[in-house]
Structure formats: structure tokens, C-alpha cells
């Protein structure tokens, strides 16, 4: 697959032509078979055989200073990306991203009633039970393919002062904040793999054994204080995350 002696979608030969053509035991045919699929490289449909899975576009996720999050942009690397670019109307243009706003709404700091994300989004930003945070998912396509799954927590009364609950997308959060006297002066990004869940590998449409990139940004004002926490979860195979960091003198 990788060699490009097989192209996408070209059929595996079954474990009986493997057996055969290189002479191994029928369960070391299978254990490959297994061993390709858990990568990604291929896709099985049941009664009819094995393919070589298609190389997705691959996209750079830029990020470079607090008032920005992760920009999505064609990997100019990737031999796909022109049709790609066609498809989604070119690199770097406002047309290649469409957001998709999913929930908004106020949620409440409650230590029997919230998930890992939330009770990390609300340690991360310093908040107590019985606190209150904004919390807003939105989904970056390109095309009809959701690239990536994205959600924002703020502090319910600094989100009141921005009207960040009448921003229409996630990535205006940072220009409601900044108009509203808030200045960001740093940020930092945990950044780790690990396998999808079911819900996510379905939106992002990946198959069995590719992993998923989460990416956690945390917004500070002066003196380290933080303002927004924000997370990110794309496929691994889809993305590639390029840090520019410049000397200071």
C-alpha cells in the first residue's frame, strides 16, 4: 500500500491467494490482513474482500499567537490537496472552512454531573463547584467532511460581559473577548493521541485502528490568569500540527 504497487481501492488478494502466492500458514495470512486494517490502510466488506483504504487530503493545523486558534490549511506537501482545494474553494480561502455550530449553553460546575472534559475544562480555568461556565461545540468542515470536533468553556460572567452566548461561531470568541477589553497574552496546548470513541470516529468518519489528535489550548490574560479553555479532536491521518516559534530578539 504504501509502495503504491496497490491503489486506493484496489482489492487485497484473500487469505486462500496469500497462502498460496507466498507459501505461510493460513493465520499468519490472517494475522496481516488484521495487522493492516488495525493501521488504517485498509477497509474490509464482509462477503466481498479487502481494499486499500484512500489517502485522505492532508490539512496543517496552524498555531501561532493567543488571539488565534488552530487554523486549518491545505497541506502543501500533500499531492492530494489541489483536488481538494478545487473542491473546497482553494487554500487558504474562507470558503475551504465551514463552521458548525452545534450546542450552546450555560452548564453548571457540578461534581456529580458533568464529564471529564468539562470537570478538566473547569480545573484548567480555576473554578469552583457551583460555578457556572459558557460552553459552546461547533464542527469544522470542509466540504461535507466534519475535519474537526471542536467546544469552547468560559466563565459564565466573563462570557455575559463578551456576549459570547450571542457569537454566532466559535472562532469569533476571540474577537468578542479582545472588543471587550480582554487582551490575551499567552497560551498553552496539551496535545495527545488516543483511539476515538464511537460517536467521535463516526462524525469524523474514520475507520477501525485510526487514532484521533486532541488538542487542549488554554488562553491566559496577564499575570497567567486564565480566560478560555478550548479543545480539539481531528484525525490522526488527516492532520498534520505545525508550531512556528519565533526568537524573541
Do not use: C
Not at 462570557?159 to 469569533?172: D, K, N, R
Not at 495527545?192 to 487514532?211: D, N
Not at 505545525?242 to 524573541?248: F, S
Request: net charge negative.
Amino acid at each position: 500500500m504504501t509502495s503504491g504497487e496497490l491503489g486506493p481501492g484496489a482489492r487485497l488478494p484473500s487469505e486462500h491467494e496469500l497462502v498460496e502466492a507466498y507459501g505461510v500458514a493460513r493465520g499468519t495470512a490472517r494475522q496481516a490482513i488484521v495487522q493492516l486494517r488495525s493501521e488504517g490502510l485498509i477497509e474490509s466488506v464482509h462477503g466481498i474482500g479487502s481494499f486499500v483504504r484512500a489517502r485522505e487530503p492532508a490539512v496543517v493545523l496552524r498555531t501561532d499567537r493567543p488571539g488565534r486558534g488552530l487554523q486549518l490549511v491545505p497541506d502543501p506537501d500533500d499531492d492530494l490537496s489541489s483536488d481538494r482545494d478545487r473542491e473546497a474553494g482553494g487554500p487558504g480561502s474562507e470558503e475551504s472552512v465551514r463552521i458548525a455550530t452545534t450546542w450552546v449553553g450555560r452548564v453548571t460546575v457540578d461534581e456529580h454531573n458533568m464529564d471529564d472534559e468539562l470537570y478538566n475544562a473547569a480545573k484548567q480555568l480555576g473554578m469552583r463547584f457551583g460555578g457556572s461556565v459558557l460552553v459552546r461545540h461547533w464542527r469544522e468542515l470542509v466540504g461535507d467532511r466534519v475535519q474537526a470536533l471542536m467546544a469552547s468553556y468560559v466563565a459564565w460572567e466573563t462570557a455575559q460581559h463578551a456576549g459570547l452566548e450571542h457569537v454566532s461561531t466559535g472562532p469569533e470568541i476571540y474577537e468578542a473577548l479582545t472588543s471587550s477589553g480582554y487582551r490575551l497574552t499567552s497560551y498553552t496546548e496539551q496535545v495527545h493521541a488516543r483511539m476515538p470513541t464511537v460517536g467521535e470516529a463516526r462524525t469524523l468518519g474514520i475507520g477501525p485502528g485510526v487514532p484521533v489528535i486532541t488538542v487542549l489550548r488554554v488562553s491566559y490574560l496577564a499575570d497567567e490568569i486564565p480566560l478560555e479553555v478550548r479543545s480539539s479532536v481531528m484525525s490522526g491521518d488527516r492532520h498534520r500540527l505545525l508550531y512556528e516559534v519565533k526568537d524573541p530578539q
